[in-house]
Every structure is written in C-alpha cells, then in structure tokens.
C-alpha cells in the first residue's frame, strides 16, 4: 500500500453530525431566499456582457494626456490618506490604553468605552464620508474626517487586543518599585505596544488609500471625485487613466507597507 495511503487511514474519523446537516440546510435555504428576494439573475449578467465588454476595451486604451490632470487629484488622495490615519491612530492610541484591562481595572470604565468604540466600529466608511459631506460639504476635509473615524475603529480594535497580551511582568516591577501608573505606561508597556501599533497603522494606511478613492465618488475629495465624472460622461479612456493610476500608487504602498510591517514584527 503507498505510504501516502497509509498516512490517511491514520487520520482520526470524524463522524457526521446531524447538526452539520441542518447548517448546510439552513445555507442552502438562506442562498435561494437571498437569490429570489433580490432578484438575482446571472444571466442578466452574461446578456449584458457585450456591454461590459465594450467599456473594458475602451478602459483598456487609456487616454495619457489626461495623466498631468489625475497625478494632482491623486497626490491629494494620498494627502487625505495620511492625515486621517495620523489622526486616527493618534485618537486610538489613547483610547486604546483606556479600554485595556490590563490598563484600566475599572470594569465599568472599560465597558462603556468599549460601548462607544463598538458603536463606531459599525460605522462604514461610505456612509461616514456621506454624513461628514452633508456636515462639511463636498471636498478633501470630509474625507480626512471620515477616513480619521474609519481608521480609529480599525486601530482601536486591532491596538487594545494587542496591549491585554503584553508580558505583565515588567509592569509589575515598576510598581513594586514604586512607580505609579504613567511610570508603568512609559517604561513597561510602551517599549512592548510601540511595534504593535506601527504595524497597525501602517495596515490602516492601505486601507486608507483605497478607501479614499471610493470615498471621492461620494464627493469627499480626491481622485474619486473625478473617476466619478469619467463615468458619468462615458469618457471610459480618462476612467481607464485614473484606474492604471490608482492601481499602481496601491500596488507600491502595499507593498512597502508590507515589508515595513514584516520588519517590525522580527
């Protein structure tokens, strides 16, 4: 018998729970109330596909000149990516340290932060750079708003988690040694949390950047405002220009950032 054989009937066998049957029931139900009650239809899909074929070819022959008119509008999309993150992650920071238990001991503190934080959190980013449009008006400060509340709720839970996983003992000696707790803070969680969170940051900036250019379409500044006017005028050329443009700024952060973070965490 082939070794490889051998190794699988040493595998432990698992019997087939009755509940197993049930959830697979309960998907099956849930995807064909879903298909009906939205009306999905893939072969609208495949009988507009010439359609869609159509704007993919001429996204496909980008129009370069519109490239001196995009490169600004893009440059002030990574501008509003990186002041709502500094923000963001400034704000989250604190809070973050506020709502660890390993901070802050009163239960009641942390749980009502915790609250407020969750209640963020389910915030979406299109709907904040909606709200902050309708408060602000159209232009890059609404997005810097929406993207400094996005980035919060990304840090905030990512940065908390990390600070209650700390090594407590170095914490522990400070205040056996008659530190108080900023002492406690600034020599014996700082030097353990500082890595987490630029790591953290750093992941909330590639997000930011992409976020930044579907908040625009909304009106919140940057190069999404005019990708939108691209599309409402058919000028599918321009619109392929701003996509190659986007894709490229992406591709290098994310891959920067993905190393610097690979760093930090060795």
Not at 10 to 38: A, C, H, M, R, Y
Not at 95 to 115: E, M, W
Not at 117 to 144: E, H, K, S, Y
């Amino acid at each position: 018998m082939p070794k490889l054989d051998q190794e699988m009937m040493k595998l432990p066998k698992k019997k087939f729970q009755f509940w197993n049957l049930v959830w697979l029931v309960v998907f099956i139900g849930g995807l064909v109330v879903s298909t009906l009650e939205t009306n999905t239809s893939l072969s609208s899909f495949f009988n507009n596909f010439g359609q869609f074929a159509e704007i993919f070819t001429q996204m496909a022959q980008p129009d370069w000149g519109y490239t001196s008119t995009a490169i600004p509008y893009l440059i002030e999309t990574i501008k509003m990516a990186v002041l709502g993150t500094v923000i963001g992650s400034a704000i989250a920071f604190v809070y973050s340290l506020l709502i660890a238990r390993n901070i802050i001991k009163n239960k009641y503190v942390t749980g009502v932060l915790r609250f407020v934080m969750n209640i963020i959190r389910t915030l979406p980013d299109l709907l904040l750079g909606a709200i902050f449009v309708a408060v602000v008006g159209i232009g890059p400060v609404a997005g810097i708003l929406a993207l400094s509340v996005f980035t919060f709720g990304v840090v905030v839970k990512l940065f908390y988690e990390a600070i209650e996983t700390i090594d407590s003992g170095p914490s522990e000696a400070v205040i056996a040694c008659g530190g108080n707790k900023l002492n406690m803070i600034s020599f014996a969680v700082m030097p353990q949390i500082l890595p987490y969170f630029i790591s953290y940051t750093l992941y909330a900036f590639e997000l930011n950047v992409r976020a930044s250019t579907v908040l625009g379409y909304i009106g919140a500044g940057g190069i999404g405002l005019y990708l939108k006017q691209t599309l409402d005028i058919f000028d599918y050329a321009k619109t392929g220009t701003i996509i190659i443009a986007v894709f490229v700024v992406v591709l290098i952060i994310d891959y920067v950032s993905s190393k610097a973070r690979e760093a930090l965490m060795k």
